[in-house]
């Protein structure tokens, strides 16, 4: 059980700009939920809760003066559903204080599940839109000595790149070190707005409704079905084989796959196994792709905003069980590579011409009615792999596990380095309850059947 016991308004410790932040068409059709992200901690022995908490509060306070639009507000221009606005009005971000009756133990290797959601605020989205912090935090104690970060920022305000940008800015501070100019972030925006028209046309398949399964009209009667949560992690030797499996005879001029490309292909078509899927079932995968060095010229590194498009690949369940293993990830490949600086422009200049973006803005909401369903038998798999998400210390040492808060949507995953970045991967999933046994054997037994016909 957690109670929370304090709430802070923190606010920029100095007076910051009240103009000239844009929210950039690559922004604008980004989910008006927060992102929740959970850290963590075994602080050594010497450690000393009420100094660290008003160490935290101190930095974070510093630390909104470098990034100050999240002590901002949102607010709609015109009808709801359509663009937003930033006000950087300083009104400050929500911290909240907690402790838990539980201990660190009780909750195994951290698997995003409602009691782990509880570690990290929770967001009334009823609640007018300029009155919801952009930025939540909640320090939560455990009777072991232990304790957590949780964290929600708004999906608008930022991907994951500069989310983990900000954890280590506002965690340097913490330790009292100096920030290097190279560090602070871009707040620029424009560069993502929409200008002149692309010098092509493209099939933007993400925009159109997700395929439904076979038989039914209404998407409510999957929607409606029981899900469960799942870490699926997989050593070093595994995720191996698979890169084995994906570029047994592979053509001399095609490049290897990636662990992401490999992981992500198996997940694939072990969901569409697990999901029992007729062999001309439609199935579409959803991923993000990373645009900092896509642009012309490439985005600066530290640039604060959304610089990611979410890009589908689609192909017949049968199709992903009955061609050999590389077949799911030259198709991951071929989204990938389809964004370009072209593609880019394109995109959020079809963005900015949707009257209403309720759709691409609502879907991750629990128990959300609006928009398409993404589910069965489609998934959304997003990548952490090489993202900077580790190491994050506020002086009292590095976290034992940094994660998702939360996976809302039957189908949708993350994939993750291993704790101790040795090669490994961790899959975190929410799917059906009826199709997760049947996807634990499968995920793994399907590496284990191509190392035996190897041998």
């Given at each position: 059980m957690v109670v929370l016991k304090s709430c802070y308004t923190i606010k920029p410790a100095k007076p910051t700009p009240t103009s000239g932040i844009v929210i950039s068409d690559c922004d604008q059709d980004k989910p008006i939920t927060h992102a929740p992200i959970i850290y963590i901690y075994r602080p050594c022995s010497n450690f000393s809760y009420n100094s660290a908490l008003e160490s935290i509060k101190i930095a974070l306070s510093k630390a909104l003066v470098h990034f100050y639009p999240l002590a901002g507000r949102l607010k709609w221009v015109g009808d709801k559903g359509g663009q937003v606005e930033l006000e950087c009005s300083s009104v400050g971000v929500?911290?909240?204080?907690?402790?838990?009756?539980?201990?660190?133990?009780?909750?195994?290797?951290?698997?995003?599940?409602?009691?782990?959601?509880?570690?990290?605020?929770?967001?009334?989205?009823?609640?007018?839109?300029?009155?919801?912090?952009?930025?939540?935090?909640?320090?939560?104690?455990?009777?072991?000595?232990?304790?957590?970060?949780?964290?929600?920022?708004?999906?608008?305000?930022?991907?994951?790149?500069?989310?983990?940008?900000?954890?280590?800015?506002?965690?340097?501070?913490?330790?009292?070190?100096?920030?290097?100019?190279?560090?602070?972030?871009?707040?620029?925006?424009?560069?993502?707005?929409?200008?002149?028209?692309?010098t092509s046309q493209y099939n933007h398949e993400r925009f159109d409704p997700p395929p439904l399964l076979m038989g039914l009209v209404d998407k409510n009667e999957e929607r409606n079905k029981r899900?469960?949560?799942?870490?699926?992690?997989?050593?070093?030797?595994?995720?191996?084989?698979?890169?084995?499996?994906?570029?047994?005879?592979?053509?001399?001029?095609?490049?290897?796959?990636?662990?992401?490309?490999?992981?992500?292909?198996?997940?694939?078509?072990?969901?569409?196994?697990?999901?029992?899927?007729?062999?001309?079932?439609?199935?579409?995968?959803?991923?993000?792709?990373?645009?900092?060095?896509?642009?012309?010229?490439?985005?600066?590194?530290?640039?604060?905003?959304?610089?990611?498009?979410?890009?589908?690949?689609?192909?017949?369940?049968?199709?992903?069980?009955?061609?050999?293993?590389?077949?799911g990830p030259s198709k991951i490949r071929e989204a990938i590579e389809m964004v370009t600086d072209d593609y880019v422009k394109s995109t959020i200049n079809l963005v900015k011409g949707l009257p209403d973006l309720t759709p691409f803005r609502t879907y991750h909401i629990v128990e959300s009615t609006q928009g398409a369903?993404?589910?069965?038998?489609?998934?959304?798999?997003?990548?952490?792999?090489?993202?900077?998400?580790?190491?994050?210390?506020?002086?009292?040492?590095?976290?034992?596990?940094?994660?998702?808060?939360?996976?809302?949507?039957?189908?949708?995953?993350?994939?993750?380095?291993?704790?101790?970045?040795?090669?490994?991967?961790?899959?975190?999933?929410?799917?059906q309850v009826g199709h997760m046994d049947a996807l634990r054997e499968i995920f793994y037994k399907d590496i284990d059947d191509w190392r035996s016909s190897k041998m």
């Amino acid at each position: 059980m957690v109670v929370l016991k304090s709430c802070y308004t923190i606010k920029p410790a100095k007076p910051t700009p009240t103009s000239g932040i844009v929210i950039s068409d690559c922004d604008q059709d980004k989910p008006i939920t927060h992102a929740p992200i959970i850290y963590i901690y075994r602080p050594c022995s010497n450690f000393s809760y009420n100094s660290a908490l008003e160490s935290i509060k101190i930095a974070l306070s510093k630390a909104l003066v470098h990034f100050y639009p999240l002590a901002g507000r949102l607010k709609w221009v015109g009808d709801k559903g359509g663009q937003v606005e930033l006000e950087c009005s300083s009104v400050g971000v929500w911290l909240y204080e907690a402790k838990s009756n539980t201990k660190l133990a009780d909750y195994g290797d951290f698997c995003p599940t409602p009691e782990l959601r509880s570690l990290i605020p929770s967001v009334d989205y009823n609640a007018p839109l300029q009155e919801i912090p952009l930025l939540l935090v909640q320090i939560t104690r455990f009777t072991c000595g232990g304790l957590s970060l949780g964290v929600g920022i708004s999906h608008i305000m930022a991907d994951g790149t500069c989310f983990f940008h900000f954890m280590s800015v506002w965690a340097r501070i913490a330790r009292g070190e100096p920030l290097d100019v190279d560090v602070l972030p871009y707040l620029d925006r424009t560069a993502l707005l929409a200008r002149e028209p692309p010098t092509s046309q493209y099939n933007h398949e993400r925009f159109d409704p997700p395929p439904l399964l076979m038989g039914l009209v209404d998407k409510n009667e999957e929607r409606n079905k029981r899900t469960t949560v799942a870490m699926l992690h997989l050593s070093k030797t595994q995720v191996e084989k698979l890169k084995n499996m994906a570029n047994d005879s592979r053509a001399a001029n095609i490049r290897p796959y990636s662990r992401y490309e490999v992981v992500t292909g198996h997940l694939w078509r072990c969901m569409c196994k697990a999901r029992e899927h007729k062999s001309e079932q439609i199935t579409r995968l959803y991923l993000t792709v990373n645009i900092r060095n896509r642009m012309k010229p490439p985005l600066p590194r530290a640039y604060f905003g959304n610089a990611i498009l979410r890009v589908t690949a689609t192909s017949q369940s049968g199709e992903l069980m009955a061609q050999p293993f590389r077949y799911g990830p030259s198709k991951i490949r071929e989204a990938i590579e389809m964004v370009t600086d072209d593609y880019v422009k394109s995109t959020i200049n079809l963005v900015k011409g949707l009257p209403d973006l309720t759709p691409f803005r609502t879907y991750h909401i629990v128990e959300s009615t609006q928009g398409a369903f993404y589910g069965n038998p489609n998934l959304e798999v997003t990548s952490w792999v090489g993202l900077p998400l580790k190491g994050v210390d506020f002086g009292w040492g590095k976290e034992i596990h940094v994660g998702p808060g939360s996976v809302n949507l039957d189908g949708k995953a993350f994939i993750m380095d291993g704790h101790n970045e040795d090669g490994s991967l961790v899959v975190a999933l929410r799917l059906q309850v009826g199709h997760m046994d049947a996807l634990r054997e499968i995920f793994y037994k399907d590496i284990d059947d191509w190392r035996s016909s190897k041998m």
